[in-house]
Nanobody, 130 residues
């Protein structure tokens, strides 16, 4: 059974850092694309970052590129989102999502959307405020 569990959210200060974790169980990370999404109140869910293998691919939205970094630890079956230089507009619920690479390769497409992914975690709240 595929399960995803986010953690690491909380209150961050502008200019500060947070690291989110997405613990995966029930599947092999190497054959899944993993995406990080966020959703602010009243807004649509938007892609933040995407990572997949075969080939190795990472992708970031324009709003976080240069500030956020996605990484994988296969030994722990965990995907991380390192968030630096936080801004108040980063405030949102952050979700990780997964899809098998035989079903879709969203990290390779020009537009990566929530509908591209099959499995979702429950989300973790990130609030950036003084």
């Amino acid at each position: 059974q595929v399960q995803l569990a986010e953690s690491g959210g909380g209150l961050g200060q502008p200019g500060g850092s947070l690291r989110l974790s997405c613990a995966a169980s029930g599947f092999d990370l190497d054959v899944y694309a993993i995406g990080w999404f966020r959703q602010a109140p009243g807004a649509e869910r938007e892609m933040v970052s995407c990572s997949s293998k075969l080939p190795d691919t990472t992708k970031y939205s324009d709003s976080v590129r240069g500030r956020f970094t996605i990484s994988r630890d296969n030994a722990k079956n965990t995907v991380y989102l390192e968030m630096n230089n936080l801004k108040p507009e980063d405030t949102a619920v952050y979700y990780c999502a997964a899809v098998h690479l035989t079903r879709a390769r969203p990290c390779l497409s020009a537009t990566t959307q929530a509908d591209d992914f099959s499995y979702w975690g429950w989300g973790t709240q990130v609030t950036v405020s003084i």
